[in-house]
Structures are given as C-alpha cells and as structure tokens.
C-alpha cells in the first residue's frame, strides 16, 4: 500500500483528496496547522526543521502539497503572507525530500490564475498559453512553479505540477462566487436579510467540481508524467451570470426577491475561456464527471445545512 501525505488535508480540496485515495487504497496522513484527528499531524509548514522531521519519520512514497492561500482577494491583504505560503512551503518540501526520501513524487497545486485570463483569445487555454499575474497570489503561484522547476531539476526529484482551474463543492467556504451566493441565498431564505447585492457578473469561467479536481490529482499521482505541467479543469467554460441564475432559479424566496440585471453574455468583454484537458486526458485518461447543476445543488444544499451568516 503507498504511502501518501497531504500537507493542508484539513483544508476544502485536502478533504476530498483524503476520501479519494483512501477508497482507493492509499495509506493517508496528512499535516495542517490545526490537527483534527490523529491521522493528521499538526505543524506549520513554513517552519523548514519540522517538515525535515516529518518527512524523516514518514518517508512517503509521494507528497500533495494543497496547504495555501487559496484566495486571490485575500492575497491582496497580505502579499508577504501570501508569498510565504505559497512558495516556501513547497521548497521546504523538495529539501525535505531530497534528505529523506529522494524517490518521492511530489505534486504541486498551482492555479489558472497564472494565465492571461483577459486577453487570451476566446477557446480552451493549453499550458502554453501566455501568463500574466494580476494579483499577489497570481505572482506566488508562478514563482512557486519557477523555483520548483529550477530547484526539482538541480535535486533530481519527481516533481508534477498542476495548474488548477476554479474548483468547487459542498465545503467550500465563503469568499468566492458560488460560496457567497449560495450563503446570501440562505440568509435571504432564514430572513437574515430581505435583499441580495449583486456584483459584476460579467465574466467567464471553467468550474470543476472538486471532487473531479481531486480524481484528477489521483490519477496525476498514478499516470502523470514527472516533471510536466498541467491543467486541471472541468473543460468548460461557465458564464457568472448564469451560474448566479441557476442558484437563484433554486430558491423561491431568491426568485420571488432577486431581480438580476440583462446579461451582458452576447456582448461579454471578457473572452469565453477555459481548461484545454487534453494533456491529461491522453496521459491519464482523465475525463470529469460531475455536471455542474449537481455541483450548484449541492454547495447550496450544504449552505442550508450550515444555516445563515456563516463566518468563514
Ligand atoms: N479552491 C480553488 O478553486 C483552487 C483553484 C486553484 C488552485 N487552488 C489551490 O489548491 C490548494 C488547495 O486549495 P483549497 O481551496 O483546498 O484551500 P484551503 O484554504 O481550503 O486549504 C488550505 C489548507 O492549508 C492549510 N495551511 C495553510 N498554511 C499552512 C501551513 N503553513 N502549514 C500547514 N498547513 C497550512 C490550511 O490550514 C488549510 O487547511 C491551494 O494551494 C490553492 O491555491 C485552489
């Protein structure tokens, strides 16, 4: 049985992956900077001697590092913070490697941020397509593929890298698109509040459900081939408005109160674009499965679950 660690298991995407490779048949630990069960060990990743213990006393056969600041909005709070994270956790990670377990195969989590979203022609996006950062975390997760490309070559280590498009599903939380309408849909619905503020809706993008996103990390673990790059992504293009629509469509109290502007889709100034899966379909057979109505259903039923004016 393989031994797999996921630094930042707690978090939304850690979660998934955890289920995913345990249904398969992978030995699972994992490392965040809060514990939750004594499967997971908890440190800080940025501190470089306890990842060298830890990867010392597990010698995995391969590594996921998810641990992040997953929010470009947020990353605009902190840059330095946001730089931290999401570069020296990684390069902690490969020296840790190279001490304890040179054999390992290590996947590292980068973003479709990293390309030019609003000026690349309309279409799929392949991993040559031109990049441009437009915001901290943007630059952090270029500049972790950068170093990691460098250092992994010097340190002869099996490195595979993605560039994962949006992900999501129940458990997410709030501060992005779907996450806050589905929360302003319930707290309209428990009658926390009698209207919902519509922002831009303007704009395009690949969603995937995450639990493809990680079926998709799964196989990269299997198949992938080191030292490649790639996209991670539903292959389809989403336009905001309509995925704001259809959540609103699945509330009454939404429908009956929410009055949505025209949608600007004929004349959108941003291009239709989205994951070009063909790299890892023909090295992986990767092929997502959920639609996205099921997705939408389901982050919002869990809102409801959660209940109103979740904190998170
Ligand atoms: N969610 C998306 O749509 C999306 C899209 C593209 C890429 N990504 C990337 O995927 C990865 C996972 O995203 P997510 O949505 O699950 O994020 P998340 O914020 O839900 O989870 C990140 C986890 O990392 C842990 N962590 C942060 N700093 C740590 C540290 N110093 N030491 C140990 N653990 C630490 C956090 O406690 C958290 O549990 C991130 O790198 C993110 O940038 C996410």
Redesign the pocket.
Known sequence: MKNVGI??I?????QYLKRELLENGYSVWG????ASDEDTIQ????DAEAVDRILEQKKPDAVFN?????SPGASWDDPVKTMH??VD?AVNLMQAIRNHCPKARLIL????NQYDMRNIPAGPIAEDAPQLAESPYDVS?SAQESLVRVLGKKYGLDIIMTR?????GPG??TG?VVTDYCQRIVDLEKGLTDTIEVRSLDSWRDFADVRDTVHAYRLLLEKGRSGEIYNVGSGNAYYIFDIVSALINMSEKAKAVVDLPASQKENSQFPRVYSDNSKIFNDTGFVPKYPIEQTLKDVLEDYRRKGGLQVS
Do not use: W, Y
């Not at 989590?109 to 479709?112: E, L």
């Open positions: 630094i930042g707690n978090g939304f995407a850690g490392v965040d900077v809060v440190a800080d990743m940025l998810l641990a992040g600041l997953a994270i999401n956790i989590i980068g973003s479709a997760k994962s498009f949006n992900h999501i997410q939380k992005f």
